[in-house]
């Protein structure tokens, strides 16, 4: 079993960025797909970006695309996700989930963090 911690979040102006970290421990998550999704206040839970163990593919949102970047460090457990020109429709709890499929649905995921909140102000 995999234990997920996101870090990084905060309150942050539009046009700002933020630097969300995923750091895993229990098992190694080298060979996981991974991936991060978000929810805002009274809306259900989106993908936003997911990258293969390798990182050799990765996918992203059309909202976000251009503007945020999926990466992982596998020497580090750790997968990240680099978030630039922010906007306020950016706010939201951001999770980062494992699985053994890399997938842009969020059913496909076995493991998840607790969230992380971000907060983007106009």
């Known amino acids: 079993q995999v234990q997920l911690v996101e870090s990084g979040g905060g309150l942050v102006q539009a046009g700002g960025s933020l630097r969300l970290s995923c750091a895993a421990s229990?098992?190694?998550?080298?060979?996981?797909?991974m991936g991060w999704f978000r929810q805002a206040p009274g809306k259900e839970r989106e993908f936003v970006a997911a990258?293969?163990?390798?990182?050799?593919?990765?996918w992203y949102a059309d909202s976000v695309k251009g503007r945020f970047t999926i990466s992982r460090d596998n020497a580090k457990n750790t997968v990240y996700l680099q978030m630039n020109s922010l906007k306020p429709e950016d706010t939201a709890v951001y999770y980062c989930?494992?699985?053994?499929?890399?997938?842009?649905?969020?059913?496909?995921?076995?493991?998840w963090g607790q969230g992380t909140q971000v907060t983007v102000s106009s």
């Open positions: 989930a494992s699985s053994g499929v890399a997938s842009i649905e969020a059913v496909h995921y076995d493991y």
């Open positions: 229990g098992r190694t998550i080298s060979r996981d797909a």
């Open positions: 990258i293969t163990w390798s990182g050799g593919s990765i």
